[in-house]
């Protein structure tokens, strides 16, 4: 019985601790209670669903895999500076101030650390903050990453966005628009919030995490399944103390699942649910992992699953991971950055990730190249037309058509002087 009233107790417990918050964040007991605030006050009282994106990345193994796979891809590479000389033609910048910040943002960490950073933030929330520091003159000084779980948008119905209310500890500070960078993914719900690719897995999350809960609490009781004794007949009074004394010696934890269970009097043992092993938990961590990898845009290769994965195959799941979840991240992820830092001053400059460096490590990159080297020697594009496709700096002379089989100029192989029909019919024949 006293234990009985201490589980009671507890339970009590939380519900008051839940209704006390409830109380604090202002909401009468008569409104219809919020998914989101319920879940928050669970989560406070200890209970975890994995709402919280934060809580995944830290305690499920496939969340922080995907997400660092996808966050330290982009770290990674680097980038490229282009502008437009006099002449309207391409060049690259190989010096700029934008390119300096870029590396070493500021004196805590290294560009490398901003990236790795801020495509967490843009996988877990959907959205990801610098904070843009300058001088007395204007000038850019230095790049901040905010943590978005303590980052607040103020909406507003002309401006989209009023402010930005940033709350690292106790204090709140209230940052302008111009002072932050605002990355985001698409949000069919907001306009001024993005979605973390985490959310459309949450499901598959909580499924999994309640399923290591009966698990552990499997091993809690004892390493048994619950189970029934059956008997014939009524069991004489010794039997019967006997049967509970080596019952209750047997659930005393983990490692008495060996000890042998005497049954007397035709008693028999008659199993009532699965085991955790019969009851299918591996297949829901599966789809768990299948649910992450899959909203986030990372193969098995990426999670470090090489079961199976012959050579051929785990290259092209390289290849795809480059072209089909990376270029499309990187590239608006730079588009933004050329808005708000390059464009906002009427620069005609812009930063585009490197990534032929990468795909020149692919197999699979070369019959590109391949398809591009026979347009190049069939005249049907320039040299300079392939080169930017695969990313590469313009050469001089690269704009003309050139033929095989010595890569020369179109307009020296074919004679200007006229032919006549008869000329055209000597030379059929």
């Known amino acids: 019985m006293e234990k009985k009233r201490g589980f009671l107790s507890k339970t009590f417990d939380a519900v008051n601790f839940i209704k006390e ?29 994995y709402k919280d994106p934060i809580l995944a990345y830290e305690e499920h193994v496939w969340t922080y895999a995907a997400v660092w796979a996808v966050a330290n891809a982009a770290a990674m590479l680097s980038c490229k500076m282009y502008d437009y000389d006099e002449d309207g033609k391409k060049i690259e910048l190989e010096k700029h101030w934008l390119l300096d910040l870029l590396k070493y943002p500021n004196a805590n960490y290294t560009g490398y650390d901003l ?50 209310i940033y709350s690292p500890n106790e204090i709140d500070y209230v940052l302008a628009p111009s002072e932050v960078i605002h990355f985001k993914n698409f949000s069919p719900r907001s306009e001024i919030n993005g979605q973390g690719a985490v959310k459309a897995a949450q499901n598959a999350l909580e499924k999994e995490f309640l399923g290591n809960e009966t698990s552990k609490d ?40 060996r000890d042998i269970l005497l049954l007397e009097e035709g008693s028999k043992y008659v199993q009532t649910e699965l085991s955790p092993l019969e009851s299918g ?65 009427n620069s005609t400059a812009w930063i585009q990730p490197d990534l032929i460096k990468v795909l020149m490590n692919i197999d699979e990159f070369k019959n590109e190249v391949d398809a591009y080297t026979k347009m190049v020697e069939k005249g049907i594009m320039t040299r300079n037309e392939v080169r930017e496709r695969v990313h590469l700096d313009q050469m001089d002379g690269g704009d003309i058509l050139t033929v095989n089989p010595n890569i020369v100029p179109l307009t020296d192989v074919i004679s200007p002087v006229d032919i006549t029909e008869d000329e055209e019919v000597e030379e059929e024949g």
């Not at 009468?28 to 209970?47: N, P, Q, V």
């Not at 929330?125 to 003159?137: C, I, L, P």
């Open 218 to 257: 499997f091993f809690r009781r004892g390493a048994v399944p619950s189970f029934v004794i059956e008997v014939p007949a009524r069991m004489s009074d010794p039997a019967y103390k006997r049967f509970r004394n080596a019952l209750k010696h047997k659930h005393q934890g983990v490692g008495k699942m």
């Open 115 to 164: 990236m790795e950073g801020t495509f967490t933030y843009l996988e877990l929330f959907g959205d990801a903050y610098w904070e843009v520091v300058t001088n007395k003159k204007d000038e850019i000084t230095g790049l901040y990453l905010l943590r978005t779980d303590r980052v607040k948008v103020i909406g507003d119905e002309k401006r989209m966005i009023k402010a930005y």
């Open 281 to 345: 938990e591996s297949e829901i961590d599966i789809k768990a992992r299948q649910s992450v990898a899959a909203s986030v845009g990372v193969p098995p290769i990426k999670l470090q699953l090489l079961d199976g994965a012959a050579y051929a195959n785990a290259r092209f799941q390289d290849l795809s991971f480059w072209r089909n979840t990376m270029e499309p991240k990187l590239t608006k992820f730079y588009a933004k950055i050329n808005l708000d830092f390059l464009r906002s001053v």
């Open 21 to 49: 918050e409830w109380k604090t964040s202002g909401i009468r007991a008569t409104e219809k209670y919020h998914e989101d605030e319920l879940y928050s006050a669970i989560l406070k009282a200890g209970k975890k669903y």
